[in-house]
């Protein structure tokens, strides 16, 4: 089976989105792939992410971190996360959820998470 083309760029934006909101200035690139993870778990998709995100300017990597360059970009919890009812599984953890939480970004839906999950995933806690 091959991959979508299609599929895989979708990640890829939606993973560049994710990082470009992430509310931390520094992070470990394996604190990014766990977020990343949350979009794919292809290791060539990943590598190709976090190269895209150093070309766009998104990121500066240096050694095993990575300095965002957000510009004020973040998350809005109260206009860009939805809150669903229903049966799910969370994308970071994977455990069962009643209540997910989806991020609603431009290149689309990330999610669902739990409610520290969401926290985890957008660098609001960490």
Known sequence: MTA???DSARKVELALDLLAHLEVDELSVADAVDRI???TTNPTLTREILDEA?????????????????GGTFVRFES????????FDC???GCGLSTG??????????GPFGSSCIRKVTGRES
Do not use: A, M, N, Y
Not at 54 to 70: A, F, N, P, Q, S
């Open 37 to 39: 993870e949350t979009v």
């Open 80 to 87: 860009q996360v939805v809150r669903r009812e229903g049966e």
């Open 101 to 110: 939480h989806f991020i609603q970004f431009e290149s689309g839906e990330l």
């Open 4 to 6: 979508d083309p299609d």
């Open 54 to 70: 150093e070309k766009r300017g998104i990121v500066d990597r240096e050694g095993g971190r990575l300095r965002t360059r957000r």
């Open 91 to 93: 994308r970071r953890c």
